[in-house]
């Protein structure tokens, strides 16, 4: 089945750096798109990075410049670096992906990494 498992997440003061990495199984990796996305507490999941099978990427304009997705097919995994992070990068961070099935397309998530960003 599919798994999406992320890691990485945790405490650190504003200007410090995380690297979230996030292990794919159960479906072809390198053929996938995968995305960042993450939830404060109260507010809506929003897109925070994707990358296309091919290495395409796009970022959220608040990320732009300070956050790298990027994938390495052989490990089947997806990192999100972070750098000058903000109290307001605060939240919990899920992978996803996108897989067409019989049934048409269907959005796998996991289980989500917690970032908190505080002095």
């Known amino acids: 089945q599919v798994q999406l498992v992320e890691s990485g997440g945790g405490l650190v003061q504003p200007g410090g750096s995380l690297r979230l990495s996030c292990a794919a199984s159960?479906?072809?990796?390198?053929?996938?798109?995968m995305s960042w996305y993450r939830q404060a507490p109260g507010e809506e999941r929003e897109l925070v990075a994707s990358?296309?099978?091919?290495?395409?990427?796009n970022y959220r304009d608040s990320a732009k410049g300070r956050f790298t997705i990027s994938r390495d097919n052989l490990k089947n995994t997806v990192y999100l670096q972070m750098n000058t992070l903000k109290p307001e990068d605060t939240a919990v961070y899920y992978c996803?992906?996108?897989?067409?099935?019989?049934?048409?397309?269907?959005?796998?998530w996991g289980q989500g990494t917690q970032v908190t960003v505080t002095s």
């Open positions: 996803r992906t996108t897989l067409l099935t019989t049934w048409g397309p269907r959005v796998y």
């Open positions: 990358i296309t099978s091919v290495g395409s990427t």
């Open positions: 159960g479906f072809t990796f390198s053929s996938s798109a």
